[in-house]
């Protein structure tokens, strides 16, 4: 099993950037497919990015595409989240998440994310 710890959120002025990262404990890290997600205040979660075991793979949500970067160190049992150019809608909480099923490749399904963090805030004002 495996335990995920996320940093990096923050309060960032609109058009700022901010980069979060997500710890993975255990070695097998590289097993994983791995998401990250948001939950505004009186929203659903919904999916932002996801990422293959290899990082050979990404996938973004519309409205984070073209401004975000997902990327992943299998060595440091790191997945980060680089976000620019950031919006007020941005505001919300950021879960790292983590899979192990081999497909899809790169899942926007928060279904099928076994194991999650915590989650860090981020707050953009605007």
């Known amino acids: 099993q495996v335990q995920l710890v996320e940093s990096g959120g923050g309060l960032v002025q609109a058009g700022g950037s901010l980069r979060l990262s997500c710890v993975a404990s255990?070695?097998?890290?590289?097993?994983?497919?791995m998401g990250w997600f948001r939950q505004a205040p009186g929203k659903e979660r919904e999916f932002v990015a996801a990422?293959?075991?290899?990082?050979?793979?990404?996938l973004y949500a519309n409205s984070v595409k073209g401004r975000s970067t997902i990327t992943r160190d299998n060595v440091k049992n790191t997945v980060t989240l680089q976000m620019n150019s950031l919006k007020a809608e941005d505001t919300a909480v950021y879960y790292c998440?983590?899979?192990?099923?081999?497909?899809?490749?790169?899942?926007?399904?928060?279904?099928?994310?076994?194991?999650w963090g915590q989650g860090t805030q981020v707050t953009v004002s605007s």
């Open positions: 255990g070695p097998t890290f590289s097993t994983y497919r």
């Open positions: 998440a983590a899979r192990k099923k081999v497909m899809p490749v790169v899942s926007s399904t928060p279904e099928d994310y076994e194991y």
């Open positions: 990422i293959s075991w290899n990082g050979g793979s990404t």
